[in-house]
C-alpha cells in the first residue's frame, strides 16, 4: 500500500465508516486508535507472533519437520475436520506431549 491508500483508508475510517450502535466488537475513539497503531506496528515486522507475550516486529521462531506422507494426510484430514490449520493442530500436539513428558527434577 502506498501512503496515499493509507490516507484514504484513514479518511474512509474517521469520516464515513458508519458503525452499528450497539456493537460488541467495534472500537470506538481512543481505543481505535491505539488498535489502529498496534496494528500498523505489527504488519511491518511481517507476520504476526503467535507468541501473546512478544513485542511488535518479534518472530516466532519456526521448526520445521518432515513427515510421512501418510502421516501428512492424517493431519490435513483431521485439521480440516476441525476447522484448524494443521500447524495450530501441531502446536497443541507438541504442548500436550511435552507436558505429559517433563521430567522430574
Given at each position: 500500500m502506498t501512503e496515499k491508500d493509507y490516507d484514504?483508508?484513514?479518511e474512509w475510517a474517521e469520516h464515513d465508516m458508519n458503525l452499528p450502535r450497539r456493537s460488541g466488537t467495534?472500537?470506538?475513539g481512543?481505543?481505535?486508535?491505539?488498535f489502529g497503531r498496534e496494528l500498523v506496528e505489527r504488519?511491518?515486522?511481517?507476520?504476526p507472533s503467535i507468541d501473546p507475550?512478544?513485542?511488535?516486529?518479534d518472530k516466532s521462531p519456526v521448526r520445521q519437520v518432515r513427515l510421512p506422507r501418510a502421516l501428512d494426510a492424517d493431519l490435513i484430514a483431521y485439521a480440516e475436520s476441525i476447522h484448524r490449520k494443521p500447524s495450530e493442530v501441531l502446536r497443541e500436539a507438541l504442548i500436550e506431549y511435552l507436558a505429559s513428558h517433563k521430567l522430574a527434577g
Open positions: 484514504a483508508a484513514a467495534a472500537r470506538r481512543a481505543d481505535a486508535a491505539a504488519s511491518q515486522g511481517g507476520r507475550d512478544a513485542s511488535p516486529g
